[in-house]
C-alpha cells in the first residue's frame, strides 16, 4: 500500500516548502527589478487565473490515482505523455539549481570570518578598480568582486577552457549529501525535516525586514518596487516572465506538487492549493520589501539611484552581502541571510525535484528497482550521485555561463511549451471527469471560476504567450555577454532533452494502440 503523511500539516508544509524557494528570493526580485513594479500586475493576473486554478488541477489529480506525474497523467491522457516531461524537466533542473545552493553553503562558511571577507579592498583577488563606493560602471564593490574573483573566478565567456573550481566541487558535493539525508526515508523523513526547512526562513525573513527598513535609503527602494512603470507591460517578455516565474515559483508543470498530493489520503479536501498559492506570493512580497528594502540602502550609500545599481542573476549574492557591511553584527546578519538561503534551496528546489524523480522510478517499476537496489533508499542515493555528477559544468569557471544558459533554456522555454501540453492534455480532453473526481473525493465539484479557467482562460492565455513568445524569441544572455551560436543550440538540446518526450510518447502510443488513428 502507498504510504501517506503522518498528518495534513505535514503535507500543507511540505508544499509550501517546495513551492516557496530560491525562486522567491532570487528569481523575484531580479525579474521585478528589471520590470519596475509593473510586474507586480501580470504577476497577480497570472496567479489568479492561471497559478491557483492549474494547481488545485494538480493536486486533485495526484490525490485521485495515487501516482507520480507520469502515470498519474498517462492515466487521463495516454496519447499526450506530458508526464514523462513533467519528470525530466524537474530532474534537469535539479542538477543545476544546486549550484545555487552551493553559493549559499560557500557564504555560510565565510560569514564565520571577521572581518567578512567582502568587507574591504585589501584581499589578493581584488582588483585595482575595486571601491566601497562603487559610483558608475568603471569600479565594482568588494561584494561584487568576492562573487566574480573570488567564488567563481569565472572567465570570460562559456568558450574559454575552464577547470573545475574543486572547493566549489567539494561544497556541492557536500550539498547533495544533505538533500540526500534529507529525503532518503521518503515521507517519514521529509514530514518531519520541513517543519524546520519550511518554517524557519520566515522567522528570518521578517527579521532582516524589520533591520532593513530602519536603513537610510531604504523607502527609495521598497518605492521602486511597489510603484509602476506602466510603459513596460507593453513589453511581451514581462507577460512571459510573469507566466513563467509563477509556474516555476508553485511548481506548475515540475509534476511534485502532484507526486507529493499522491501521498495524500483519498478525501482530503485540497483546500491546500489555496494555502500553497496564496503563502508562496506573499512570501515573494516579503522578500521584494526585503530585498528592495536593502537596494534602497545601497543607492543611499553610493549616491545612485536604484535602477542604476548593477544587479545581474547573482543579485543575493552581490547587493546583500554588500549591506551587510554596513549593519550592526554583520556575520550574524549574513549567517541568518545564508541559511536561510539554504533551507529554501534545499526544501523547494531539492527535496521536490529528487522526489518527483524518485517517486516516478518507484510508480514505473517499483519491483525489479528495489530487487536491483535492494532498498529505495539506493535508489534515491543513485539519482542524487548522478545529478550531482551532471552538475559538475555549473562549478566550474565558466560555470555561470553554464548555470545561465540551463536556466534560460529550461526554466523559460521549456516550462512554457509543456505547460501548454499540460493544460491542452487536461483542460480540454479531460475536465468534465476530473470535475467528478474532485466530487468523488471531496463531495463538492469544482467552482464556476476553477472550470472557466481551466476549460477557456488558461489554454487562452498559455497559447498566446506561447505564440508571442515565439515571435518575440530573445536568445541567452548574460549581462553583456551574447552566447555563441553554438552555445545557444546546445541550450536548445536541453530545452528539447525535456519536451521532446511528449511528441515520440505520442508516436510510440499511437502505434502500439489498436485502430486507426482517428479511434
Not at 503535507?11 to 528570493?25: C, D, K, Q, R, W
Not at 554596513?326 to 529554501?344: D, E, G, I, R, T
Request: hydrophobic share 50%.
Amino acid at each position: 500500500s502507498r504510504p501517506t503523511w503522518s498528518s495534513q500539516i505535514e503535507f500543507t508544509l511540505a508544499g509550501i516548502g517546495s513551492a516557496v524557494g530560491l525562486g522567491n528570493i532570487w528569481r523575484f526580485p531580479y525579474l521585478c527589478f528589471r520590470s519596475g513594479g509593473a510586474f507586480l500586475v501580470p504577476y497577480f493576473l497570472m496567479l489568479v487565473v492561471l497559478g491557483i486554478p492549474l494547481l488545485h488541477m494538480e493536486l486533485t489529480i495526484g490525490q485521485y490515482t495515487k501516482r507520480g506525474p507520469i502515470h498519474a497523467l498517462a492515466q487521463l491522457c495516454p496519447l499526450l505523455k506530458v508526464g514523462i516531461a513533467s519528470v525530466a524537466i524537474s530532474f534537469i533542473m535539479c542538477t543545476y539549481y544546486n549550484v545555487v545552493i552551493t553559493w549559499a553553503l560557500y557564504y555560510l562558511f565565510s560569514s564565520f570570518q571577521v572581518p567578512l571577507p567582502w568587507q574591504g579592498c585589501n584581499n589578493t583577488w581584488n582588483t585595482p578598480n575595486c571601491t566601497d563606493q562603487a559610483t558608475n560602471g568603471s569600479y565594482s564593490s568588494p561584494a561584487s568582486q568576492e562573487f566574480f574573483y573570488k567564488m567563481l573566478q569565472q572567465t570570460g565567456g562559456i568558450e574559454d577552457a575552464a577547470e573545475i573550481r574543486w572547493d566549489l566541487f567539494l561544497i556541492l558535493v557536500l550539498a547533495w549529501i544533505l538533500i540526500y539525508l534529507c529525503i532518503f526515508k521518503g515521507t517519514k523523513s521529509t514530514g518531519k525535516v520541513v517543519y524546520l526547512t519550511a518554517l524557519l526562513p520566515y522567522v528570518i525573513l521578517i527579521a532582516l525586514l524589520v533591520n532593513n527598513v530602519q536603513l537610510p535609503g531604504a523607502i527609495q527602494g521598497i518605492t521602486f518596487f511597489i510603484v509602476p512603470e506602466w510603459d513596460k507591460l507593453l513589453s511581451v517578455e514581462v507577460w512571459v516572465n510573469a507566466a513563467a516565474q509563477i509556474f516555476n515559483s508553485i511548481g506548475i508543470g515540475f509534476g511534485f506538487l502532484m507526486a507529493m498530493a499522491s501521498y495524500n489520503t483519498f478525501n482530503n479536501n485540497i483546500m491546500d492549493t489555496l494555502t500553497i498559492s496564496i503563502v508562496n506570493s506573499l512570501t515573494s512580497i516579503l522578500s521584494g520589501f526585503v530585498i528592495f528594502s536593502a537596494f534602497g540602502y545601497m543607492s543611499h550609500l553610493q549616491g545612485i539611484p536604484v535602477a542604476q545599481l548593477a544587479v545581474d542573476p547573482g543579485l543575493v549574492y552581490v547587493v546583500y552581502p554588500q549591506a551587510f557591511t554596513s549593519m550592526p553584527l554583520p556575520q550574524l546578519w549574513a549567517v541568518l541571510f545564508f541559511s536561510m538561503l539554504l533551507f529554501l534551496g534545499i526544501d523547494s528546489e531539492q527535496f521536490a525535484m529528487v522526489e518527483v524523480m524518485v517517486t516516478s522510478l518507484m510508480d514505473q517499476s517499483n519491483q525489479r528497482l528495489l530487487k536491483f537496489f535492494k532498498k529505495k533508499e539506493l535508489l534515491v542515493l543513485a539519482v542524487c550521485g548522478i545529478a550531482c555528477l551532471l552538475g559538475i559544468p555549473n562549478v566550474t569557471r565558466a560555470g555561470i555561463y553554464v548555470f545561465q544558459l540551463m536556466d534560460h533554456y529550461t526554466a523559460i522555454v521549456s516550462i512554457m511549451f509543456l505547460a501548454f501540453f499540460e493544460v491542452i492534455g487536461i483542460c480540454w480532453l479531460y475536465v468534465n471527469r476530473l470535475s467528478d473526481n474532485l466530487e468523488e473525493m471531496t463531495g463538492k465539484r469544482p467552482s464556476i471560476f476553477f472550470r472557466l479557467c481551466w476549460q477557456i482562460i488558461a489554454p487562452f492565455l498559455i497559447t498566446v504567450i506561447l505564440i508571442f513568445s515565439i515571435i518575440q524569441f530573445k536568445p541567452a544572455r548574460y549581462e553583456g555577454y551574447v552566447f555563441p551560436p553554438w552555445a545557444q543550440g546546445l541550450g536548445w538540446v536541453i530545452a528539447l532533452a525535456s519536451i521532446i518526450w511528449i511528441p515520440l510518447a505520442t508516436i510510440h502510443t499511437l502505434w502500439v494502440l489498436p485502430g486507426s488513428f482517428v479511434q
